[in-house]
């Protein structure tokens, strides 16, 4: 097995948390790749969009910030507020193995390897190559590996996680309940969990429009209680919420 220097360290110990690693791991990019090539069927608008070759490249600095803070409100916090939220939510120690899902160029991933450490491990992982290879390019902690695989079918074994952040993804998954399964069965007792996504609220009209445009886009509309409640349905509890816009954030800890 030959994995590439700069990233070897953080990619072998990504490989023993696998449930089955591969006999052949594919690491020719700098991440460890879990799947076929990118498949030719439909995308959601999106999901194209994540997966094209000109977004990854303004994604951190311009794409994200501008459409976060459009969707959070004007009183929204901002990318730094995202992160604050997201580390207050995880409650990160010196040591965690943390899990960034759809971390596209990597930019909170970084952030909480500086919050795990030296002993730590953060692992990105996205199902978009050209995220990744932006990831891997602006990357240069060996606590940080990458990965490309399915959310709906986490690879890791079970209880294997300290942490698992999902920021600005789960309303473009195809299967975010399944995901939620695998989250709630790959993270440890007393882990820690942190969400961002949509959130309908307003009046009827408004959520009338927001729903026609989710339709439009492929961006699921999720309700205010509807992703608490999933959570305490899959073993969660200490769940904490706070909305923005038509976005929320949402904290919960793995029942022990």
């Not at 000109?54 to 916090?77: H, N, S, T």
């Not at 899902?101 to 953060?122: D, M, S, Y």
Request: aromatic share 6%; glycine share 10%.
């Amino acid at each position: 097995m030959s994995l590439p220097s700069d990233h070897s360290g953080a990619l072998e110990r990504v490989l023993s948390l696998l449930a089955t690693p591969p006999a052949a791991p594919d690491t020719r990019d700098g991440y460890l790749d879990l799947l076929p090539p990118e498949s030719t069927g439909r995308r959601s608008l999106a999901q194209a969009l994540m997966l094209s070759t000109p977004v990854p490249a303004v994604y951190e600095r311009w794409w994200r910030p501008a459409l976060g803070q459009l969707a959070k409100g004007v009183f929204g916090p901002t990318m730094r507020g995202e992160r604050d939220i997201a580390l207050d939510y995880l409650d990160l120690a010196p040591g965690d193995t943390v899990l960034d899902i759809a971390c596209g160029p990597g930019n909170f991933t970084r952030e909480f390897a500086r919050a795990v450490g030296e002993r730590g491990l953060a692992i990105g992982l996205d199902v978009s190559p050209t995220m990744l290879r932006r990831a891997v390019t602006d990357t240069d902690a060996d606590t940080v590996g990458y990965l490309r695989a399915d959310a709906a079918d986490l690879p890791f074994a079970d209880a294997s996680l300290d942490a698992v952040c999902c920021f600005a993804a789960l309303h473009l998954f195809d299967e975010p309940w399944t995901a939620l399964d695998r989250i709630a069965v790959v993270v440890k007792p007393g882990g820690r969990l942190a969400l961002m996504t949509t959130c309908a609220r307003g009046p009827s009209p408004v959520r009338g429009v927001s729903g026609a445009l989710a339709g439009a886009t492929g961006i699921r509309m999720f309700g205010v209680a509807e992703l608490a409640d999933a959570l305490a349905a899959r073993g969660f509890a200490e769940v904490r919420q706070r909305l923005d816009g038509v976005v929320q954030f949402v904290g919960a800890v793995r029942r022990r």
